[in-house]
Nanobody
């Protein structure tokens, strides 16, 4: 069992940057692969990026490649999502999730945070 709490969301202008954090409690984060998903109003939750337990392997959705970067600091029990060159289409609630392996499907993850709102204005 692990509890996840996202933070760092907010309002930013197009072209700007935000850094999201996902802090874990309970079981250490090093036991899990971690992913970020997002959900815009009226749309299904979609995969953004994931990272394996050690941080040596990552997968990115095509829509964010070259703009977003996932990282983890297992000593701090925290996963980060650095978002650069933000676009209005990136506006969504962003969720972090923990699972056994790096996969792109919602069903692959066992634990979820409450989400943090990211709004990108034009």
């Amino acid at each position: 069992q692990v509890q996840l709490v996202e933070s760092g969301g907010g309002l930013v202008q197009a072209g700007g940057s935000l850094r999201l954090s996902c802090a874990a409690s309970g079981r250490t984060l090093s036991s899990y692969a971690m992913g970020w998903f997002r959900q815009a109003p009226g749309k299904e939750r979609e995969f953004v990026v994931a990272i394996n337990r050690s941080g040596g392997y990552t997968e990115y959705a095509d829509s964010v490649k070259g703009r977003f970067t996932i990282s983890r600091d297992n000593a701090k029990n925290t996963v980060y999502l650095q978002m650069n060159s933000l676009k209005p289409v990136d506006t969504a609630v962003y969720y972090c999730a923990a699972g056994a392996v790096v996969l792109t499907t919602i069903q692959a993850y066992d634990y979820w945070g409450q989400g943090t709102q990211v709004t990108v204005s034009s």
